[in-house]
């Protein structure tokens, strides 16, 4: 049974745990945060998270570790059979994260102290943003997927993504529901699902530990 290691109130921590989920893996979670002693052992960086196969082999990085859960369990897919398609969703995956999490988490210290970000920083953001939005519409259907009639992985990475985008928004002033046709009912459909309902429930539940290990009054 492969163990998912790092924290529920980390967005990278509920990509990987939400595909398990949906593929119905039976996994263990350990709740951890990147300062426990030995971490070190599972993730070299020191990230959140890391995964510990059924063999028990470390992995990290989502990216690496969602490609791995999509190997070594094929029951209901994430990624589509044909080649291009396969590869488009990739391309969706990778250009959310580049340019809408990457981007927007430059400002999420600012977010969660309340702190005003230096102007500068915010029009460096709001840049790499721009490029976000432009990908995201010409890539997505949002029918009812972002990828189409199939849920995807990149429905899973464009959800948690969103959670670090939102979070820039308050200091960029960039509604990504307005400027993307069709987002804001998707986001409606995905978090109405049972699993998502779970790992939101659990992501509250953090919020304390987190905001204490940090140092931070939680809001």
């Not at 721009?130 to 010409?138: H, K, L, Q, V």
């Not at 820039?168 to 990504?176: E, F, K, Q, V």
């Amino acid at each position: 049974m492969p163990t998912l290691h790092g924290f529920a109130y980390s967005n990278y921590y509920n990509i990987p745990k939400h595909a398990l989920l949906y593929k119905g893996v039976e996994f263990t979670e350990d709740l951890v945060y990147p300062s426990a002693p030995g971490y070190d052992k599972l993730s070299p960086a020191l990230k959140v998270p890391s995964m510990t196969t059924d063999d028990g082999q470390p992995l990290c990085e989502s990216a690496v570790m969602c490609e791995y859960i999509e190997e070594a369990y094929p029951e209901k897919p994430l990624l589509p059979k044909d080649i291009f398609a396969r590869n488009q969703t990739r391309q969706l995956m990778h250009m959310a994260e580049l340019y809408l999490e990457l981007s927007n988490r430059r400002l999420i210290g600012f977010a969660f102290t309340g702190k005003p970000a230096p102007e500068a920083l915010v029009e460096e953001v709001k840049a790499v943003v721009e490029r976000g939005i432009n990908s995201i519409n010409a890539l997505a259907k949002f029918d009812p997927w972002v990828m189409g009639s199939e849920f995807t992985m990149a429905d899973i990475y464009l959800f948690y993504v969103l959670a670090v985008a939102d979070m820039g928004a308050g200091s960029t002033g960039i509604d990504l529901n307005e400027r993307i046709p069709g987002l804001a009912g998707w986001r409606e459909r995905f978090a109405a699902d049972d699993i998502s309902k779970k790992v939101d429930a659990d992501i509250q539940e953090n919020k304390e530990s987190f905001f204490s290990y940090i140092g931070i009054p939680a809001n």
